[in-house]
Structure formats: C-alpha cells, structure tokens
C-alpha cells in the first residue's frame, strides 16, 4: 500500500501564493482552494432555515467573510493523511461554525457595535436575536459532528467546555489571592486555544494520520492558539477601525485586561506617562476622553514591546514542534502560519 506522506514529500516544488498570502507548494494550494470553496458552500448551506430573519442573522457573519483560520488548520492538518478523507470538509464547517457562534455571544457581552467591518447582529438586530443566532449555530454544528462519530463529539464538547470556562474566568477575573498574568494565559488558552486545538485534531484525527503526528499537531495548536489570541490583543490595541474592521481599543472600554496591560500594572516602565497609565487603566475607561488618552498612552508603552516578545516565543514554541512532523509541504505551511501570527502584529 502507497504512503500518502511519502508521496507528498519528494523534490521542491513550484511555490505560490496559499492561505494568508503564504508562500506554499502549489498543489497544496490548489488543494486549499478546493477544499476551502466546498467549506464556504457547506457553510451557507448550513445556515439556510425556514425562518427568513434567523437565515438572514445566520447569513451575517458568514457572508461578511473573516480569515477561516479554524478551517484551513484542518484542511492543512488533513495532509497528515487523506486529505479528501469524507469527514474534514464536515470538520472544517463545525468549527467555524462555533467560531462565529461565540462570536456572536462576545458581541452581545462586549456590547460591540462592529464586527469584520459591519454592524454587529446585536447593533443591527437585537442582543436577543444575535445571542438565539449564536445557539443555532452551535446547534447546527452538532448535527454536523454526529456523522463524525463519538470520538470527535467527545473532543468537540470537552474544548466547548473549555471555550465557556475561559469566557467564565474571563468574566469573573483572577481570585484576589491568583497571578493575573497566570491567570489572563489561563483564559486565553480556554476560550481561543481550545477550538484552534481542535482545529488541528481534527484535520489529522479524520483523515487517518498517525497518532503521533495527531497529538504533535494537537500540542503546537494550542500554542499557536495562544500566539494567535496574543496577536489579536496587540492589534485591539495598536490597529485602526479600517485595518481590523473591529472598534479599536474594545478591551480597555471594556475592562478586559489583556497582556500589555498586564505587564504595564506588573511595573513595566517608569515615567511620568508610565504612573498616569497604571492609574488609568484600573478606572473605568467606557468614557471617550479618558479611553482616548488611555489608549494613546499604551499604544507608546514599552509593554507593547514586551508584549510581542512574548507572542514572538509562542509562535517559535509552536514551530519547533511543527518542525518534528513528517517532511512534507503541509508542515512548511504550518510553520508559514507561524510568521504569519507574529506579522499581524507589525
């Protein structure tokens, strides 16, 4: 019988333009387009329902596009076996699928107005219809996940568990007695890591590949996961409104401590500037004169530096593990991905 990763991993190839603009070996791409073409059609086709209004508040975010980062890791993932394996298109859809259903629940929370360069569902509609979106898309994702078997329905609700234990912790904050930074790592790899994890699990899990190679992807997934979170804090920070299609600063109007304001309440600097800051950012922030000032003031400190030091050893963490599977065009992928996480950030 052939090896499909022994097939896979011959002589260099002619490299192209693949997912996020890397460059990738040019059948990997064309698979990725393929694939990712079938994803988006079982998406909408997902989403359709008698109900003209919820068809129209599913249809939202779906149409309003997004990275579908979580779907290209399992069809990336998939090459660790069979990548046209009848189960990874399906696997694909359930986890963006859950991806936007939590999106339209942190929109509600967050009282977010914008969402990928549009009105949020909770500003165009109601929070009621944006939140009852949200469950039928976690509904529609579990009619999808029955035909992949118990295994991975057990694996899907063990990283749900884990996404509302973060939103939880998250919510709550740290025990007086805890490590807020502990803590902040904590929530980050429960509510973002978790579903990236099972990202990743899936796309090698469902395509066959071997176990070693499903528990290596598993693991440098939840750090790529952790780099990835790290990354979209720095830009809530750093970008504008045009560049992110999100309302900057939505984390310090909201009270969420994220990792630059960790390290800058932990003593990082030590200026006149530094002091306003720490002062700043333990008041309430949800007035415009003093987020305005608050978030200039950050986006100048030095924390921002550390802060992507810390993202930059995430990715590299992630790599070195990425480096450990078979030799093959998928995994130069992955480690693109990598570079990708740290570049968003500038």
């Not at 994220?258 to 932990?266: D, Q, R």
């Not at 950050?298 to 963490?317: F, I, N, S, T, V």
Request: net charge negative.
């Amino acid at each position: 019988m052939s090896d499909p990763i022994a097939e896979r991993s011959g002589g260099p190839a002619r490299q192209e333009s693949g997912p996020f603009g890397l460059p990738v070996d040019s059948a990997l791409a064309a698979d990725a387009r393929e694939r990712l073409a079938a994803v988006e059609e079982l998406l909408l086709e997902s989403v359709r329902g008698e109900d003209p209004l919820l068809t129209q508040a599913s249809k939202h975010l779906v149409e309003a596009g997004g990275k579908r980062f979580r779907p290209m890791l399992v069809l990336l993932a998939s090459h660790f076996g069979d990548p046209a394996a009848p189960g990874v298109v399906p696997a694909a859809v359930v986890v963006e699928l859950t991806h936007l259903g939590t999106l339209y629940h942190d929109d509600v929370m967050d009282e977010a107005t914008v969402r990928r360069g549009q009105a949020s569902a909770n500003s165009r509609w109601t929070n009621t219809v944006a939140i009852l979106t949200g469950d039928y898309l976690f509904a529609r994702a579990s009619d999808l996940l029955a035909d992949l078997g118990p295994e991975a329905v057990r694996i899907q609700a063990r990283a749900f568990a884990r996404l509302v234990r973060g939103q939880i912790q998250e919510t709550v904050g740290p025990a007086e007695d805890a490590d807020p930074l502990k803590h902040y790592l904590q929530v980050v790899a429960d509510k973002t890591a978790s579903l990236i994890v099972v990202s990743g699990q899936f796309g090698a899990l469902l395509s066959g590949a071997p176990a070693r190679v499903v528990d290596t992807i598993t693991s440098a997934c939840e750090k790529i996961g952790i780099a990835f979170q790290l990354s979209d804090d720095i830009l809530d920070i750093e970008s504008e409104t045009e560049e992110s299609g999100k309302t900057p600063g939505t984390d310090l109007r909201e009270g969420i401590r994220t990792l630059p304001m960790h390290h800058v309440l932990a003593g990082v600097g030590s200026g006149p500037d530094d002091a306003r800051l720490r002062e700043l950012l333990v008041q309430d922030l949800s007035g415009d004169e003093l987020h305005a000032e608050a978030l200039a003031l950050l986006r100048a400190h030095p924390a921002m530096d550390l802060a992507r030091a810390d993202l930059r050893q995430y990715a590299e963490d992630a790599r070195a593990e990425f480096l450990t599977l078979p030799a093959i065009p998928a995994r130069d992928a992955f480690t693109g991905l990598c570079d990708y996480v740290v570049s968003r950030t500038g």
